[in-house]
């Protein structure tokens, strides 16, 4: 029993010998790279650590300006008449460059999307009243005493741009004017 534990044991060895050799065989031409490998990270790494390092303040500067200069935001509607963005958070005074991007297919005499901001207390029932009367003007009433900030209709496939400036603190209302959307084309700027 001993000896033919001694003996497996011994044939175990052996095969092992013979992986180890199999093994060992194709490592030689590898071996000698491996060194060079081994040195290379050794000496890429502190240069790898070193460029995020450099790179991290240069962004942690760059990050504050931008911010601070001017939002960007796109708000995408579809034909579902939906805004995909329903709050935008804003700093008072600060510049909004805001996108409004018709992601659908539909005319815009059928599904025409725009972006009105308007005034802190404006009456909407009595706003897009009188909005829905004004097809001629896109929608955009001639008494535009409510409005802080428009777009122009879009269409799908369309998108427009408009910069304002983010108004005093406090929460508004920004609607589609188009007749019919804005019970849900209606999200909120907060302003801080
Ligand atoms: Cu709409």
């Known amino acids: 029993m001993r000896f033919a534990l001694i003996v497996g044991m011994a044939v175990s060895m052996m095969m092992l ?14 071996e000698a790279p ?21 790179a991290k303040p ?9 911010a601070g200069d001017v939002l960007e935001v796109t708000i995408v509607a579809s034909d579902a008449m939906q805004y995909d963005k329903l709050e935008i958070s804003a700093k008072a ?10 992601g659908g297919t539909l005319a815009k005499n059928v599904m025409g999307h725009n972006f009105v901001l308007l005034k802190a207390g404006t009456d909407l029932a009595k706003f897009t009243a009188a909005a829905a009367t004004s097809a001629a003007t896109d929608y955009i009433p ?4 409510d409005i802080i900030a ?16 983010a108004p005093a603190a406090g ?9 019919g959307h804005y019970a849900v084309m209606k999200g909120k700027l907060k302003v801080s």
């Open 58 to 66: 240069a962004e942690a500067a760059a990050a504050p300006a931008a």
């Open 93 to 102: 005074g600060q510049k909004i460059k805001l996108t409004l991007k018709h």
């Open 142 to 145: 001639a008494d535009k005493s």
């Open 17 to 30: 010998g013979c992986k180890k050799e199999e093994a060992a065989k194709p490592t030689p031409p590898p």
């Open 171 to 179: 929460t508004y209302d920004y609607i589609c004017s188009y007749p």
């Open 34 to 54: 491996k060194k060079q490998d081994a040195v290379k990270p050794a000496e890429a790494a502190p240069a790898a650590e070193a460029k995020p390092a450099e």
């Open 150 to 165: 428009n777009t122009g209709l879009v269409g799908g496939g369309e998108s427009t741009t408009i910069e304002f400036t």
